[in-house]
Each structure stands twice: as C-alpha cells, then as structure tokens.
C-alpha cells in the first residue's frame, strides 16, 4: 500500500515494527482493520512472538450494543480472572494485543460437527470464570452512562436494552434505505411489540461479565491444543444466561452436545455464583429467541449490502441468498409475530428490487 494511502492502523504497526515490510494483513474481520507483526529485537523476551495492531474500520454498520470503551483495556483488566486471553503490551503509546498463533476452532470443527472433549471442556471453564467475575470486579471503562445500566439482577430490563438498541441503532437508523425491504419480508416497526412482549418476564439471575460473541470463530486452539479466546469487542456486563444462549445459537451444536453445554454451564454456574442459573428452562429459549430475531435485522442488511450485481443481472443469482434469509426469517418468525414467511422467489424479488433501487451494492468491509 502506497505511504499517501496507507490508513492510520497500517501506519502505526509500521511504527511499531520498525519494518514495513514485516507487517502482514489487513487480515479477514469485519470489525476491525488488523495488522500483524514481530517486534524488533524482543526474540527470547515476553515481546517475543508476533503482535497485532487494529482500528476499526471506517464508517462501519454496528449491529451490536458495545459495553467497554476499549477491548485492550478490558483485557488488561481481566489479567489473573480470565484465562486463555491474548495479552496486551504498551508500545510507544499504543495497545498492542498479542496475535495467537493457530487455527479458528471453526477450521477444526465446522459449524453444526460435534466439538472435541479438549475444547469443549475449556469453554466450560471460560464460563466458569465468566460467571465467577462479578460486575464490581471489572474495573474497565464503560461505555454506558451508569443511569443506563440495568440493577444487578434486572435480567428484563438487560434484555430491553437489547432490544431497544436493535430497534433503533439497527432497524430505525437504517430505516431509509431498508424500509422497503423490510416491509416486502412481513417485518415492519410493529414486530418489536410482539418481541418485547415474547421476550418478557424473565427470572432474576446475577449478573456478570458476558464475552457476548462466543462462536467458532473467536476461539483459537494454539500448537498445544490450547483454547484462546479472541475479539472481547462486544463483551458486557448482564444476565449470564444471555451468553449460554448467544453460544448455543451462534455454535450450531449438534443436538446432544448442545443439551450437554446446557447441563454443564447450570451446574458450573451454581457451583460459582448461586442463582445465575436460575429459570433457564423458561428463559434461556426467549433468550435464543431473541438472538433469532435480532439475526433477521442484522443479515437482511448484510446481505443486501454483500450484493453486487447490475442492473441486468439475472434474479436467480440471489436464490442462494433468499434461501438463507427465509431460514433466518422462518426461524423468528415466532418471536417476530409473523404469520407468514415469504418463499425464496419472493424474497429474491424484494432482494433484486431493492439492488436496482439502490444500484450496485459495495462489498460489506468496504463501508
């Protein structure tokens, strides 16, 4: 990349390096623009190994409420709590987080295969001490201001924020260019009623820190089959259940050792905080519900802005992506109060006329 053009997180693992031409990326993340790179004469020291410097990327959709005001801050917060996370260094003012070295857990087990017993005894102990760091223990800096954080245990109103930030930081906001669109799938403004009132009534249960985004992906299994877990962006402080429930729905297990992971993360939780395990027979399906729901505002978006087609293209080029939108709105449907699922042919229609409304889409990263 040309010196006139380089972004700010390429310059600065220039910096770092010493050594342009040891910095590899950007690497493949929708959140971030990141850089990997050794440090200069550190072989042998606790610099050893490769590290990794990373902006967010420009003018990018949020789909999710964020909790901290910095993942490298959190990180260093979580030293001696959280095992199995990268470790963060100073340099020349900038946080540095280490890069793992290793392959996805996805690229071990792809989504919906059965998870081997090594891993999957280690995410059981990061619930363990997930559950075990109380609200008061985690010193980093919060986004929200204090009047906008539920009371300890108000699982309801945790749950509403949610879903307040998905009507209106993700729905709404978005409302101009997609409304259309939306309203051609049966999901209009009117779908929030029936999730709040879904979604309502939930058991108290304790809070504590949540990672919010454990999938194949974020786990890291090193040279030693060791478990690293990555990209803390979306951690939060709430209802423990919502991380069960947002693991399960994101993991695709296989049936039996999806209940296997239920089963454990309830006794590993009472066994670490009593109560946080409490109602999930009730509750932890609302919550996957939820999670289902908020899936239709986030891909519907995604997946138009992933297209790019012209204005003669041929409609059924978006039947691989109407397909994988009616399975998302089928699955919400409940929650969503929709009486109806449009077919793939229609919503292959609604997605081509919204591509001809809108023109070519740019790719996703690029915004």
Request: glycine letters at 8%.
């Amino acid at each position: 990349m040309p010196p006139d053009s380089a972004s700010t997180a390429r310059l600065h693992a220039a910096e770092a390096s010493g050594d342009e031409s040891v910095v590899e990326g950007p690497l493949h993340g929708y959140h971030h623009e990141t850089y990997v790179f050794p440090l200069p004469g550190v072989q042998g020291s606790e610099r050893s190994g490769r590290w990794k410097c990373r902006e967010p990327r420009a003018g990018l959709l949020w789909f999710d409420r964020r909790c901290f005001v910095s993942e490298e801050q959190l990180l260093t917060a979580l030293d001696g709590r959280i095992t199995g996370v990268p470790d963060i260094i100073q340099v020349s003012g900038l946080g540095l987080q280490r890069f793992i070295e290793g392959r996805t857990l996805g690229a071990v087990c792809t989504s919906g295969t059965r998870v081997p017993d090594v891993f999957f005894r280690q995410i059981v102990t990061l619930f363990r001490q997930l559950v075990g760091t109380a609200p008061e223990n985690v010193t980093a800096e919060r986004r929200c201001r204090p009047a906008d954080r539920p009371e300890d245990g108000d699982t309801d109103g945790f749950l509403e924020r949610l879903v307040h930030f998905t009507e209106q930081s993700v729905y709404r906001r978005n409302l101009e260019r997609f409304e259309g669109l939306f309203g051609d799938l049966g999901v209009t403004a009117e779908s929030f009623q029936y999730l709040r009132k879904h979604v309502s009534g939930l058991r108290r249960r304790p809070f504590c820190l949540l990672h919010a985004d454990l999938h194949r992906e974020n786990f890291i299994v090193d040279g030693e089959q060791r478990l690293w877990t990555i990209d803390w962006e979306l951690a939060m402080v709430g209802d423990p259940l919502y991380d069960l429930a947002t693991h399960l729905h994101l993991m695709r297990y296989p049936v039996r050792q999806s209940r296997t992971m239920t089963e454990q993360w309830c006794a590993t939780a009472e066994a670490v905080r009593p109560g946080s395990s409490n109602g999930w027979r009730h509750d932890l399906g609302l919550l996957v519900d939820y999670k289902k729901a908020q899936s239709v505002f986030t891909d519907v978006i995604r997946t138009a802005l992933s297209l790019d087609i012209g204005p003669d293209a041929d409609w059924r080029h978006l039947v691989p992506a109407a397909l994988r939108l009616r399975r998302i709105l089928a699955d919400a449907a409940v929650p969503l109060g929709l009486d109806s699922v449009p077919g793939p042919l229609r919503i292959a229609a609604a997605l081509m006329r919204w591509c001809q409304g809108n023109g070519t889409a740019a790719p996703e990263a690029s915004l």
